[in-house]
Antibody, heavy 122, light 108 residues
Framework: QVQLAESGGGVVQPGRSLRLSCAAS????????MHWVRQAPGKGLEWVAV????????YYADSVKGRFTVSRDNSKKTLYLQMNSLGLDDTAVYFC???????????????WGQGTLVTVSS | SYELTQPLSVSVALGQTARITCEGD??????VHWYQQKPGQAPLLVIYRDRHRPSAIPERFSGSSSGRTATLTISRAQAGDEADYYCHVWDSSTAYLVFGGGTKLTVL
């Protein structure tokens, strides 16, 4: 079955960097656009970024634009989120999620990983 | 930027019908998706494209959308339905995904 497993979270100081990974299994990763969505403690869901199935198109939320970079290696069945210049407001659980198509639009996110916690603290 | 407004909380008696709304400009013209999230768990898609149910979701869950309001309806509410529920649309003007603020459903 479809499985998504995030890793790479942890405690990091403000201004530092962190890279998250999302390992995909049970489906052909190269057929689907993929998203990162985060959830600050006790808060709602916030979309972060999306990447098309072949990696040629990417979009970012205004809150992370210029600091975060989404990428993918379909041969390794892995999605990445490089996070630079982290701030306190970036503290959240980060989920990877599968779009139900190869390019995003009005599509649902039909599978989600369990998330990885990123804590930005001095 | 496009905004979605949900009530913070909805309460329903056991076995009764719960309705959770999601308001946004011309939301009836967009595809609306709904997610259920229980504490400590990942979100789970329960309704997609306004009214369609994934195969694993009970028929008690249904959705509708028109004008400014989309609605998630949960019939014969059960204790296991207690969760946070989020609506989601795609804002075509920015190509961004937008989530509502979430609604906490309590089954009394």
């Amino acid at each position: 079955q479809v499985q998504l497993a995030e890793s790479g979270g942890g405690v990091v100081q403000p201004g530092r960097s962190l890279r998250l990974s999302c390992a995909a299994s049970g489906f052909p990763l190269n057929s689907y656009a993929m998203h990162w969505v985060r959830q600050a403690p006790g808060k709602g869901l916030e979309w972060v970024a999306v990447i098309s199935n072949d990696g040629s198109n990417k979009y970012y939320a205004d809150s992370v634009k210029g600091r975060f970079t989404v990428s993918r290696d379909n041969s390794k069945k892995t999605l990445y989120l490089q996070m630079n210049s982290l701030g306190l407001d970036d503290t959240a659980v980060y989920f990877c999620a599968r779009d139900d198509s190869d390019f995003w639009g009005g599509n649902p996110l039909d599978s989600w990983g369990q998330g990885t916690l990123v804590t930005v603290s001095s | 930027s496009y905004e979605l407004t949900q009530p913070l909380s909805v309460s329903v008696a056991l076995g009764q019908t719960a309705r959770i709304t999601c308001e946004g400009d011309n939301i009836g013209g967009k595809n609306v998706h709904w997610y259920q999230q229980k504490p400590g768990q990942a979100p789970l898609l329960v309704i997609y494209r306004d009214r369609h149910r994934p195969s694993a979701i009970p028929e008690r869950f249904s959705g509708s959308s028109s004008g400014r309001t989309a609605t998630l309806t949960i019939s014969r509410a059960q204790a296991g339905d207690e969760a946070d529920y989020y609506c989601h649309v795609w804002d075509s003007s920015t190509a961004y995904l937008v989530f509502g603020g979430g609604t906490k459903l309590t089954v009394l």
